[in-house]
T-cell receptor, first 111, second 115 residues
């Protein structure tokens, strides 16, 4: 069945460091891929998405490219800020009636 | 503001008690979902609905019931709470089966503790 695997955390970075959070997926066909962010005490918010191979999703300085050949959708940001501290979830949507979420990666950015 | 509203935000139950969590959305979405979030396990789908009057089981439906009597509301019930149901519960909605490339809209969550 469909599934998403993302790197385990927690991840701790200094401000202005480069961020990569790995995400790989297993799916039949052509799924849509998403990154969600969850700030402390809040629900999940859509951060970015890509709906077909080679698409690049971007938002708030974050980017992720849909790589079908490596079944990956890694999240990157060139210079993180303290305000980026949150839990990040990779997710996949396919022909079924649900999303498949990764287990989440906690990011803490220290000044 | 448009979105998904969950009530209550916090609740403490004794084992065996019952309660209902309410999810309301004002975006005219057809699809609604209940997830639970537990440490190290991410989000797991409990039940979902593809339209008014319909419900279906997700990955972890045991111990929960749901109803979708009105399009805008999706209720999650616990008939006899157990400590294993201590979790954070999230409701989500979408206008199409896979969100149409827009994903889901999530509520802010209900933190439930069963003692």
């Amino acid at each position: 069945g469909d599934s998403v695997t993302q790197m385990e955390g927690p991840v701790t970075l200094s401000e202005e460091a480069f961020l990569t959070i790995n995400c790989t997926y297993t799916a039949t066909g052509y799924p849509s891929l998403f990154w969600y962010v969850q700030y402390p005490g809040e629900g999940l918010q859509l951060l970015l998405k890509a709906t077909k191979a080679d698409d690049k999703g971007s938002n708030k300085g974050f980017e992720a490219t849909y790589r079908k050949e490596t079944t990956s959708f890694h999240l990157e940001k060139g210079s993180v800020q303290v305000s980026d501290s949150a839990v990040y979830f990779c997710a996949l949507a396919n022909t079924g009636n649900q999303f498949y979420f990764g287990t989440g990666t906690s990011l803490t950015v220290i000044p | 503001n448009a979105g998904v509203t969950q009530t209550p935000k916090f609740r403490v139950l004794k084992t065996g008690q019952s309660m209902t969590l309410l999810c309301a959305q004002d975006m005219n979405h057809e699809y609604m979902y209940w997830y639970r979030q537990d440490p190290g396990m991410g989000l797991r789908l409990i039940h979902y609905s593809v339209g008014e009057g319909t419900t279906a089981k997700g990955e972890v439906p045991d111990g929960y019931n749901v109803s979708r009597l009105k399009k805008q509301n999706f209720l999650l019930g616990l008939e006899s709470a157990a400590p294993s149901q201590t979790s954070v519960y999230f409701c989500a909605s979408s206008y199409s089966r896979t969100g149409g490339g827009y994903g889901y809209t999530f509520g802010s969550g209900t933190r439930l503790t069963v003692v």
